[in-house]
Structure formats: structure tokens, C-alpha cells
């Protein structure tokens, strides 16, 4: 049920504006009335010509103070007028702006000009918050569209594969049932990499002390047998670095770099460091891991959802889902923390989450 509306800001603040200023002045005649009659005596007063007592002056004074009190309503309730919507004018297209965003506009900025002051402030809040705002909706607009693309991808070859054993008399059973668990296996992937990273963008984890050191050795005695497969060298050490977050899923991000190091890596003879680091701005967990060079302007869009190269596609240990270092980036935003991606001059990729240390 709506609310009654009453009056408008501007009202109630031209009133006060106006409120205040006849009653300083009625204060103030009256003081200046009280002053002076006070030396006037009240009753008649003899002289040779005619001199106004007391009561005179009151009758004589009344009208005019009346006149001065009406004028002094007037000019508050006028200048409190264009006051109150002069200082409201900045709220006025704070809340434009607002109600255009209410309605999903998300593009327009009130780039309100002038010297700073709590409006101005308000403002470059406001703008800031609609900037992130469609940054986010935008980045969440690409992402559906890519899940869903993906999603379809592995629905439509089993399809395919149904439709085209219907119509074969001489199909292999086994063949396709192969294929079928192949195809199921990837939706299965990618439906639970989609939800880990919901997980993580919605913060719905308990938080705990983790030591990512040990987390990092686990993830590189699990993937040990990958790397030996590929001929690269795993190493790990460092610190003990402890932090407070979800241990599973800080350790699904050390997984997701390692697994990424080990496969994105040279032919032959690569090599993947994993090392964790304590410093006062907080705790680091480097992955870094040789390979081919990389361009500058390819690095910020490896942690994007669903990027991935031709290489990838054909690498049986790694048909993935393009996820890999995009959850591992939620991950890290979820616990308070960066992903930082430098590529290596002699090659290969640097990977650094930085996670803030927990209170002593």
C-alpha cells in the first residue's frame, strides 16, 4: 500500500527558510519596541505642543510591524523558494538518474559539475556505483550468453549422434554410448564449473584459517601424475601464508592455476613453480610455468569466461570448459583478494593471487 505523500522537501525547507526569518524579525522588533517604549512614559504628557506617550507610539507602531511581518513572510517564502530549489537542484538529477537506472538504463552519468561538496560527493558515488554497475551487467549478459551457447553445444551433439544411430541399421552400440558419456561428461563439467563460480561470486562460504602453502602442495602431489605425463617439473615452496576463506575453494583455484601451468607449457622439459609468499600487504600465492611468449594484449583475456584457444581443443588433457582462470579470479575477488596475470619475458605466464592476511 502506497504512503500518503505530504509535502515536498523544497516546501518543508522553504517554510523553515521562511519560518526563520519572520520570527528573527519579529524578534527583533519586538526588542527594538520594548528598547525604546521603555523610556516613554504612559501617561499624558504636558507640554506646549503635542508629544505622544506610550500608548501612541503602540497604536502608531502596531500597523507598521504587522506591514514589516507580512513583507518579511514574503520575502522568505520567495527567497526560500528559489534557495531550497537551488540546493535540491543536484538531488533533483541524482534521482533522474536513479529512476533511469530503475528502469534498466544504466549508461547515463550525472557528471555533476562544480566545486566539490556532499552533493558533488553523492554524485561521483553515484556515478561509480552505475559505472560498476554496467560493467557487471555487461560481463554477466556475455557470460549467459556464452554458458548458454556452451550448454547447447553438448545437447546438440548428443542429438545428432541419436538422430544419425536412429537412422543407421549397422550403428555400434558401444561406439556411441562411448560418445554419449564423453559429450555427458563435458555438460557435466561445465554445469559444475558454472556452479562453483555462482558459488563464488555470491560469497555462500564459511570462513576459516587456511594455510595456502599446504593447500599448495596438495594441489601438486594430486596433478603430479598429469605433469610427468606432459615432462614438466613441478616445484613448491615457500612460506607458510595463512589467510581466511573457503580451504575448498581456495584450493580449487590452486588446482585450476596449477592444472593451467602444467597444460599450457612447453612440448617438453617445462617446468611449473608454485611458491607462497607472506609480506605485510598481505599473502601471495605464485603459479608460474614456462611456455610459448605471450602478447601483452592477449594476458587480461585469459580470465575471461569461455576463452579458449584451438590448442586447447585438440590437448586431451585439457578440453576444457574456459573457466579454469576465470573461477580461479572469482575465487580470489571472493575472499577479498587479486589475480594479477604477467606474461614472462623468456615465455610463459606469472600468476599471482594476492589475499589479504588475517587479523592476529
Known sequence: MPRPRGLSARWKLTLSYAAIVVVSGAVLLTVVAAWLLRYVPDGAIIADRFVPNRSDLVRAFTPAVVVALVVLLLIGVGGGWLL???MLAPLDRIGRAARLAADGSLSHRIAMEGRGDEFRDLADVFDGMLERLEANMAEQKRFAANASHELRTPLAISQALLE???????RDPDALIDRLTEVNARAIELTEALLLLSRADRRAFTSEPVDLSLLAEEAVETLAPLADRRGVSLEVGGQAAHALGSAALLQQLIMNLVHNAIVHNLASG????????????????????????LAPELVPTLAEPFQRGAERERDPDHVG????????????QAHGGTLVLTPRDAGGLNVTVWLPRPPA
Open 84 to 86: 531550497a530549489g537551488r
Open 164 to 170: 544419425v544411430a536412429r537412422a543407421d541399421p549397422h
Open 270 to 293: 617445462g617446468v611449473v613453480g608454485v611458491r607462497t609468499h607472506v609480506r605485510p600487504q598481505g599473502v601471495a600465492l605464485v603459479v608460474e610455468n614456462t611456455g610459448e611468449v
Open 321 to 332: 570448459v574456459g573457466l579454469g582462470l576465470a573461477i580461479a579470479q572469482r575465487i580470489a
